[in-house]
């Protein structure tokens, strides 16, 4: 016989009631009065024990009505034959998921992980299955439960100890909802495929850093069967703060004063910091203070004086100890870069009739640019050459060009270069038809005037998806109208499908086009930007323009200068060997044709070197790793994430087997007969009570 709850065992202890209440003499009920008493002073009787027992039977019915009423209480059954087996009872699969991004990198947060992963594994059972996954912005199995399924439980925890042991933390941002989905997804996809039911886990070990992403959750449906237990790894001062460059500003010899960012995080203790530039290890400016309260930020100028090399790295100083991982913030310093364009044309740049009179005095020299207009005589035949350094970047053609410098254009765009050929003039039109894919004109005259009483025409469509149109897209760049084209070239396109229309004048002729040559690109504008044909260079677009062509051009540089950890970085068209020097020092070979570099796998000034050129970008760490304080839980619960333990294998178990019990106990209610039982004992009781109460009245009676 078994019970279900044995703790009113303890209500047996009751028994020792009668037994004290048999042991104790209590005042008699019956008194007479003696004459010889009465001037006496009466004095109460004394309780007192007896020395001996007696009502033995009553004591005994008493005794046992208090043990049937507890062993009632304890809900008695018999058990049946029936046993339950540890194979009734579906297995545990564990995942262990550990976040290795760039936050855990702080204090002593790694090191918490590694104890919290490794007390998990103790507490597995024998019958467990355990895998375990890393995580920073992608998901990395390490140990897959297809490895652990026919290793024994010592063999397991030895293989996943080991797979801990070579785990450290990366510079890589953190994406937690895509790594706890994808791992639930693999749990689920394992359990179908296998047909074990088995309860399903997900051990979350990480710091739980806000900054984390977690947009992943809310785009895909949780499985209900998998639930999370977070394993929260904090430090005692948990104050950080990080440094962006904002603005870099070019002053010339003035000392530069770039726009700085220092934001803290809401959770911080600490409000006031120091951001210093420093070049390489050297320091390159006054440290500059800033005051920042928790959960905001400032930005303020921090100054350094010109020089080269410039600096190339911004420090912060005054977070906690041991929460500098995110307090360096790298930039490329500021080099003049040398740029020619090649200007075909007649006229002088003393000429304001002319156009090389604006295009000398558009581009003023700055810190980062210096650009040099070299014209080319109407007979001379440049020689260009990559290894000199001697070909411009960009071309602009304004004249007619003769046969020998058309075979060098030809050549320049044949291996990458741009060309922008401007037609000032009908003759123009009919002697470049050839060349440029037999452009002709609409009319037989000579020049095509607006009209006789001095009207204008402007640009009707614009492709503001072009590169080249590209950054007036926004609503407050977009305008046009307010250049006004007094005269241009009526021209009608010979093969329309080999050219890109870029825009149109009002009346639909083409104003602006491309033409694909080898590797280059050939521009041609039907009108110049000369006074007698428009008045773009008077216009605030002119420059940007131009500017716009000259970014196109170089096909050598870099999309930009500032990258992320792990972010892929486009490479520039190059032939020959390319190599990238990383922070480390180390070069890496890239294969030929490669277009990209991913292995921007921590922070720091890497070098591209092609084609002859050094060519440095900064890698920083994601701005989402320094906001450390702690996500609140109840942000996954929300993305219908239900968090907790589940029951191990052992506690199922033990579960189902009492479910087993109480069907029986209900099925038998023993209970009932012993409450039975115990009425039919107070019955006697009371009846026995009573007939020994009569007995002294009836001795008393007699003695009379």
């Known amino acids: 016989m078994s019970v279900l709850s044995g703790i009113f065992l303890l209500g047996a202890a009751a028994i020792a009631a009668p037994i004290l209440f048999h042991l104790i003499r209590r005042t008699p009920k019956a008194s007479f009065e003696f004459s010889s008493l009465m001037f006496l002073q009466p004095s109460p009787p004394r309780l007192t024990r007896r020395s001996r027992l007696d009502q033995w039977l009553l004591l005994l019915i008493r005794s046992l009505v208090i043990l049937l009423l507890a062993f009632a209480f304890m809900r008695p059954f018999f058990r049946t034959s ?13 995942a262990l998921l550990i976040d290795q991004s760039a936050s855990m990198r702080r204090a002593n947060v790694w090191k918490q992980a590694m104890d919290e992963a490794d007390q998990t594994i103790d507490d597995l059972e024998a019958s467990d299955e355990v895998s375990l996954y890393a995580f920073d912005e ?59 039911s088995a309860t399903l886990q997900i051990v979350l070990i990480s710091d739980m850093q806000s900054g984390s992403q977690i947009d992943r959750l809310q785009t895909s449906q949780w499985p209900e069967a998998v639930r999370v237990d977070v394993r929260l790894i904090t430090v005692e001062d948990d104050s950080n ?16 004063a770039p726009r700085v960012r220092v934001r803290n995080t809401s959770d911080s203790v600490k409000e006031q910091f120091e951001v210093v530039w420093h070049r390489g290890d050297q320091i ?26 410039g600096p190339d790295r911004l420090q912060l100083n005054g977070d906690s100890s041991g929460m500098d991982f995110d307090n360096t913030f790298f930039v490329i310093p500021p080099l003049q870069e040398e740029v020619t364009i090649a200007y075909f044309g007649a006229d002088s740049s003393d000429d304001p009739e002319g156009m090389l009179f604006y295009l000398s005095r558009v581009f003023d020299e700055t810190p980062s640019r210096k650009i040099e207009v070299q014209t080319v005589e109407a007979e001379s035949v440049p020689s260009w050459n990559d290894v000199a350094g001697t070909v411009p970047r960009l071309v602009i053609v304004t004249q007619t060009p003769s046969e020998g410098q058309r075979d060098v254009l030809d050549r320049y765009l044949q291996r990458g270069g741009h060309a922008v050929v401007v037609l000032q003039n009908d003759d123009m039109v009919r002697d470049l038809s050839t060349w440029l894919d037999n452009l002709s004109l609409v009319s037989q005259e000579d020049e095509k005037l607006a009209s006789s009483n001095g009207s204008y025409a402007m640009l009707g469509q614009i492709d503001f998806q072009h590169p080249l149109f590209a950054p007036f897209s926004a609503a407050r760049y977009n305008d046009f109208t307010t250049i006004r084209f007094w005269k241009h070239r009526d021209v009608l396109l010979g093969d329309e499908s080999s050219s890109d229309v870029i825009a149109r004048f009002e009346d639909g002729t083409p104003a602006i086009w491309s033409i694909e040559r080898g590797k280059g690109l050939l521009y041609v504008m039907s009108a110049g930007w000369n006074r007698a044909d428009s008045q773009l260079a008077l216009s605030t677009k002119f420059l940007p323009l131009l ?22 970085v486009p490479l520039p068209p190059s032939t020959g060997e390319k190599s990238i020097q990383t922070p480390g020092g180390n070069t890496l070979q890239l294969p030929d044709g490669a277009t990209t570099f991913d292995e921007t796998t921590q922070p720091g000034i890497y070098v591209l070197r092609q084609g002859g050129k050094e060519l440095p970008f900064a890698v920083n760490l994601a701005d989402g790793e320094s906001d450390t304080a702690p996500l609140e839980l109840d942000r996954l619960e929300q993305f219908g994430v239900p968090l907790g333990m589940t029951a191990t294998h052992s506690e199922q178990l033990a579960e189902l087997r009492q479910l087993q019990d109480r069907e029986l106990e209900n099925h038998q209610k023993v209970w009932k007969w012993l409450v039975v039982s115990v009425l039919f004992l107070l019955a006697v009781e009371t009846f026995l009570a009573a007939r020994r109460s009569q007995v002294p009245t009836q001795e008393l009676g007699e003695a009379q």
């Open 241 to 256: 703060a990080r440094v962006r460059l904002v603005e870099s500003r070019e002053a010339g010899d003035s000392p530069v």
């Open 82 to 94: 029936t046993n339950l087996s540890p194979d009734d009872i579906p297995r545990r699969h564990v």
């Open 138 to 196: 992608n998901l990395t199995p390490l140990v897959t439960a297809e490895q652990t399924s026919e290793l024994d439980r010592s063999q397991r925890r030895e293989m996943v100890r080991k797979s801990l042991a070579e785990a450290s933390p990366t510079w890589a941002s953190s994406n937690l909802g895509a790594a706890l989905v994808g791992v639930a997804e693999r749990l689920s996809a394992d359990d179908d495929l296998t047909q074990n």
């Open 547 to 568: 500017s716009r062509w000259l970014e196109l051009a170089d096909r050598q540089k870099l999309a930009s200068q500032s990258y992320f950890v792990n972010q892929s």
């Open 284 to 309: 390159a400016s006054r440290p500059v203070s800033f005051h920042v309260p928790p959960g905001e930020s400032l930005v303020l100028d921090v100054p350094y004086e010109p020089g080269s090399p």
